[in-house]
């Protein structure tokens, strides 16, 4: 057993541009002209097959310049961003239910509501300040609810956890419902009013009765019942979701089957009642509002209606093409086949957080030219042909963000950046330049306030009302008023006019994870977050959290003992996709055939090797919470060396 | 702020301060009432986010009629009351509590403290030098906050902080009674064997720097740490999507601190250890 490096690799700023001169050369650095005038050759010499990976953790100005960048300079909608690989399910669901995909309620409410249900959320580790609003619900009276296949430290604070077998969602959801019609607690006024399709619905989970839901998801049918009649019966209650939910081969059809509890209920559309999914990135929200989506022009705006089509073609003085273009997943398809031949590709860190991520990059090496802005030379950046210095959007940029709630709030630049780094808009703007678009910015309020008079939902947000009332919630249609914190109170409108367009049941089947788990790979892999750590750890890993201690595989005290490992031990694992090694970690939160990993320190285990590039195919996120594989004790290699403390005890539970 | 409102307005309240006619909401306390007018009482335990613990009676003021000093912070305003903030009574009280602490613990890193002593003319090494009530190496037992009990004033700001009304952590708490009483670890051990989280929300709390970043905690030691030339610009944590406010306080073009608006809707002061320690890879050039 050998001593483990707890602090994993640091990233240093790129300081100045970079360009390799023949594929397969090494990088070596260049001044900004030559970069750029690379950068604009190679994207000019594939216009038709380009696309543009824009960032949800950059600004919604940045994002609003990028997609302006691909429609208007490269003539396609091949825009997006890595909320393909997180949240794109419940934007695809929350939009083809109430015509929006933003979440329907504010943090605020989660204080005063009566019932909190958490479905496939360890919020307590990946949404912390939100969960101090939880906590605030709970002690203010709210009951809570978890749903999540382990026995995570949001779940120690729920009156009951719901430990369900992963990939079973829909059977357990639809057995809730189907608990509520058949006590009589479904609020027919709310659905006669404000829903279609009712009737299949009910007809739909009628299967789903508690005895079969407990056999297919493992949690006891008391439980389910209990679920039922809390959720039926609160006053008001929020139902939080995260990627437990969306990371499925199917997870829109997930986001679908939670949001017909809240229409079966009319958890929606009110003050404390609503649904909520809780995003990953800083700026997921944002980045998708902006218009850096294959479908969506600026304000979340559909780009097949040939009104708000007209309406950004005399904006921007162009023509837009009347089609949805490639989604992230398409495009990473489109460079296996040849299709996409050039990639613009600001912050992101695709080979490291796809699915498959082997698979990944060797698509990337096919492009003819992969352009990389970003603040650091992360494993992406190692693979382009530019490589473009930028600023860090949150402390060194002027703009906005969009979190969760739909709160738009002012980033502001603190720190000047390093050595040549330049500010995300300058640097599209020149290319835009070079390429026969000469767009001048003054600053970044001049790109909001463009993005305003195209967008009705932000029209009201001035820098100035921002700054004021500590952001404000989208839609703010005015410039002299503030709407409800929460969405899609014309449901419960008397008018049927007013009503709108009614929300559809969503009628969906249960559909069993894709890499399912046999003789050879009988452990189910599940993946998520720590508290200390983000994504592939390019951030986190620059400071010193007491908290780290780099990656581990996960498993519950019986299958440890098991397979005869104990803490600290490495084993190897292996999935249908590939292998990887690293040290177990006991964790009685987890139950018997379930593993979990994170993605944190991929230079040390990459975990998206063993990943299931399984999509979905409505939005196209992969399946990162459900892979099978096989746990493989290592032959002793000699005498255990080096210190192991910290690794001999099992862990304290962190609350 | 968004506001929506849940009730009707709260009724105004008249009562008089300092001989001045004062309207305030129902449920405001004194030195809500006196914040509004522009007075400038003395707090040390009170907290804006916080319920208050009237621990440390800095401020407290004479009311007419009552037989003790009440605590601006926690009493609450009434109809008809007279209330005297300056009287000599109070004064000298917030006199006697500042040679108290100032005498027993190190207020050097406590904002103000030095020109309240000045103001109430207190004398801090009234009670000799035998007063100090703890005389301990700062406790630096991981790389992102050191807690320094000499500077503790017992205020129990980070407890509550930790504890029910934010963070639930429950990894700081109250260790013996009376004159032994301190904050303290489970079993006075480590922090980073403690359910400690490092949100930091602790620190935002503190009133006295006893709990503090190692970032500032080290310049103070290298005597490189500037307030003056400091700036604080309030922009959106880079991580999650929950959109939490932080403050960066820069000097010299280093981030060397974080902390969190109060008033803000989304985050009342807290933060988690990534919003509030995780701002190092900007300066990593
Ligand atoms: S940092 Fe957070 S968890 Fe740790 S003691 Fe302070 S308040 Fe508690
Ligand atoms: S401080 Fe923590 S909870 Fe708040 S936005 Fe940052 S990462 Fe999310
Ligand atoms: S500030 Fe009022 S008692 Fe401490």
Redesign the pocket.
Known sequence: MKKRERTPKTYARITHPLVRDKKGGPLRRAGWDEALDRAAAGLDAARGSFGMLSCARATNEMNYVAQKFTRVVMGTNNVDSCNRTCHAPSVAGLSAVFGSGGGTSSYGEVDHTDLILMWGSNARFAHPIFFQHVLRGIRNGARMYAVDPRRTSTAEWAESWLGLNVGTDIPLAHAVGREIIHAGLHNTSFIERATTGFEDYAAEVEPWTLAVAEKVTGVPAEAIRDLAHAYARAERAQLCWTLGITEHHNGTDNVRALINLSLLTGHVGRYGSGVQPLRGQNNVQGGGDMGAIPNRLPGFQDILEPDVRSKFESAWNTVIRPEYGMTLTQMFEAMETGDLKAVYCIGENPAQSEADSEQAVERMKKLDCLVVQDIFLTATAELADVVLPATAAWAETDGTTTNSERRVQRVRKAVEPPGEAREDIDIICDLAGRLGHPWKYADAESVWNELRSVSPDHYGMTYERLAEHQGIQWPCPDTDRIEPTYLHGRLWDEDPARRGRLAPFGIVKHDPPVDLTDDQYPIRLTTGRRLDSYNTGVQTGSFASPLRRGEYVELCPEDAERYGVSVGEEVRISSRRGTVQAPVWVDPGLRPGLAFMTMHFPDEVDTNQLTIEANCPIAGTAEFKASAIRIEKLPVSGPVSGSVSGFVSAPAVRS | MTVIPLRLPRRLLEFTLDGQETRVPEGSTILDACRAAGKDIPTLCEGDTLTPKNACRVCVVEVEGARVLAPACSRKAEAGMTVLTDSPRARHSRKIVLELLASSTDLSTTPRAAEWIKEYKAKPDRFGPDAARLDEEPKIDNDL?VRDYDKCIQCYK?VD??GEQW?N?F??SVAGRGFDARISTEHDGP?TDSA????????EVCPTGALSFKSEFDMREAGTWNEEIQTETTTICAYCGVGCNLTLHVQENEIVKVTSPHDNPVTHGNLCIKGRFGFQHVQER
Request: charged share 0%; aromatic share 12%; hydrophobic share 35%.
């Open positions: 906050y980070c902080a930790c963070q952590s990894a700081i922090l400690c989280v490092y949100c930091g929300n602790c620190i």
